[in-house]
């Protein structure tokens, strides 16, 4: 049986691979949880007038089938959607409004951009179609030993290329118009990621999934979620910055000793088995592998620095050409790719926690805004977007990978029962991805144990399953 068993980091993807751990090897197995911030990781909270809320982004889509059962289990409830309208800014004038009638919407994309809009949702449809495939994967018992494994059985070839190029290219190929592309794709990427469209063609499909249908969030804080699974979980959380991982081996098995920092000093236990859920990036982590043979490689690509700033304050609506403050209708702006616009997205945020009172603020009253940029705002830039303001609070993160072409997918099984989550991030950014990825590593980490090597990598996967119901 697996004894002890350490997972590294207590965000989504941590707190995810812990849960799955446990409902593969049962109960018994016993599990340490290293964290050195705090659980929940990126999903992080922010106070303002004694309200929290989201300093992330924080929307899953509606297709998002662990994180819903995560909610379900842990008893938690969705959070009450409050309508709002969103636009495209150009820097100058206003690219594509939405307005309050959904159909009109739709003969609006139309009337701008003919059937280029058609053919994204088509496109979209059938990369999520294809990815869906997982979720029957998984309730099989079937997992993949690396990224790309794992992309073939979706979707062929077609996946593994899907991250290698981009977006913008894809989507010219089957008819999209370039000025769509750069009206409304660009604007849906740099909300999510921060980036242009030469980010890849996966990546760009699951955000763009995101922007068009309907999406939801935890009432109290999608890191409920987190807190939540460790708890069920039982697991064992310490507050410790791991420092590195050696191997040792006892009885021709291998046994990982994790060294970590506290406020106590240094420690280090031993594990039968280990996965590490932080970033492996020099830029991330100075983090060190011990008596490995041959050595654990470094990890090539950089991270995109981005910062969220959360404005208390009286938007600066005659920026947007809305002289009269009382007129604007827009509760969020996406900004196309223009050289001088100094921020990717802004929106008028509630708290996590709704009430069946809560109403929007008047576009005339101090609201809470949340803008995302790529560096932190001057005083200059916070006064173009707010007449006043009456507090900031600024979080700047690594989130996500730069996402530039043709680098090779980062490994899952780093050795024998040493395995990698954070990889899945260069397929795609976003909370079910982290979840689908843990899940994985879980029954990976199963079979292998159990030399169950039938339910790793099979190819023709969609037939198995079809003869196995």
Known sequence: PLSPAAVVGAGLGGSAAAYFLQQHFGPQVQLDVYEAAGVGGRLATVTVNKQQYESRGGSIHALSLHMQDFVKILGLKHRREVAGKSAIFSGEHFVLEETDWYLLNLFRLWWHYGISFLRLQMWVEEVMEKFMR??????????????????????????????QRSVAESLLEVGVTQRFVDDVIAAVLRSSYGQSVLVPAFAGAMSLAGAQGSTWAVEGGNKLVCSGLLKVTKANVISARVTG??????????????????????????????????????????????????????FPGAFQPSVTSVVHGYLNSSYFGFPDPKLFPFTSILTTDTPDLFFHAMDN?????????????????????????????????????????????????????RYDAAKALPPIVLHQNLFYLSGVEWVASSMEMTAVAAKNVALLAYNRWHQELEKIDQKDLMHKVKTEL
Not at 144 to 157: D, H, M, N, T
Not at 353 to 365: D, G, L, M, W
Request: net charge negative; charged share 20%; with cysteine.
């Open 134 to 163: 997982i979720y029957k994967y998984q309730a099989h018992g079937y997992a993949f030993s690396s990224l790309e494994e794992l992309l073939r059985s979706l979707g062929g070839e077609a996946f593994v290329n899907m991250t």
């Open 245 to 298: 991982i050696s191997l040792h081996s006892s009885e021709g098995r291998a046994l990982y000793q994790v060294h970590y920092e506290s406020s106590e000093g240094q420690g280090s236990a031993f594990y039968d088995m280990v996965v590490l859920t932080t970033p492996l990036h020099p830029s991330r982590s100075n983090f060190t592998f011990e008596n490995f043979d041959p050595p654990i490689a470094d």
């Open 349 to 401: 945020i509630c708290p996590v926690n709704i009430s069946a009172a809560f109403r929007r603020k008047q576009p005339q009253e101090a609201a809470v805004w949340r803008v995302l940029s790529q560096q932190p705002l001057d005083k200059h830039q916070l006064k173009t977007l707010f007449r006043s303001y009456y507090s900031v609070q600024v979080t700047e993160w690594q989130t996500y990978p």
